[in-house]
T-cell receptor, first 113, second 115 residues
Framework: AQSVTQLGSHVSVSEGALVLLRCNYSSSVPPYLFWYVQYPNQGLQLLLKYTSAATLVKGINGFEAEFKKSETSFHLTKPSAHMSDAAEYFCAVSEFNDYKLSFGAGTTVTVRA | GAGVSQTPSNKVTEKGKYVELRCDPISGHTALYWYRQSLGQGPEFLIYFQGTGAADDSGLPNDRFFAVRPEGSVSTLKIQRTERGDSAVYLC?????????????FGEGSWLTVV
């Protein structure tokens, strides 16, 4: 079964600083990978997904993630944090032939002015 | 609306009571999913519908949980004899088809508190 590990349950960054959220997965076959964001009292919103095309994936709100097979990682980055980026971020994975998503535990991002 | 709609948004119930949670997926989406999110954790898969049938209910924790989708659109998650451990956010999601890699769209969830 797939599993996802998000390193760091909380990340605090200054406004304008780099945001880096780490995600590692366990799989013998490259899966599909997703990053979702959850703002307070809202549902999960897809930021970006990797489906075996380009390894560098660009998403909404200036976020991007790079699939690294050798490291089984799919870290999420944003060059310059904005106050509106404060939210909880979830990495998720599905097998290449499966519809179910397996989620990490999430990382809460706070942005300091 | 254009998104996945869930009702109620909040539900407080007494231990032992029966609860129903409703989900209205995005129009035209044949695949529907239920996930459960406990405090401090990521969502966990419960059940998947393709059309009217439950194609995969492997995530349902026990036989107190049941879900239906009689006409292939709206779905209801039913919980019998609720326990305090059932307290969580129940998320419904849909996608255009149940294929790997498809974007899954989530509703805002139904917060269930069992007292």
């Amino acid at each position: 079964a797939q599993s996802v590990t998000q390193l760091g349950s909380h990340v605090s960054v200054s406004e304008g600083a780099l945001v880096l959220l780490r995600c590692n997965y366990s799989s013998s076959v490259p899966p599909y990978l997703f990053w979702y964001v959850q703002y307070p009292n809202q549902g999960l919103q897809l930021l970006l997904k990797y489906t075996s095309a380009a390894t560098l994936v660009k998403g909404i709100n200036g976020f991007e993630a790079e699939f690294k097979k050798s490291e089984t990682s799919f870290h999420l980055t944003k060059p310059s944090a904005h106050m509106s980026d404060a939210a909880e971020y979830f990495c998720a994975v599905s097998e290449f032939n499966d519809y179910k998503l397996s989620f990490g535990a999430g990382t809460t991002v706070t942005v300091r002015a | 609306g254009a998104g996945v709609s869930q009702t109620p948004s909040n539900k407080v119930t007494e231990k032992g009571k029966y609860v129903e949670l409703r989900c209205d997926p995005i129009s035209g989406h044949t695949a529907l999913y239920w996930y459960r999110q406990s405090l401090g954790q990521g969502p966990e898969f419960l059940i998947y519908f393709q059309g009217t049938g439950a194609a995969d209910d492997s995530g349902l924790p026990n036989d107190r949980f049941f879900a239906v989708r009689p006409e292939g659109s709206v779905s209801t998650l039913k919980i019998q004899r609720t326990e305090r451990g059932d307290s969580a956010v129940y998320l419904c999601a849909s996608s255009s088809q149940g294929a790997a890699g498809n974007t899954i769209y989530f509703g805002e969830g139904s917060w269930l508190t069992v007292v």
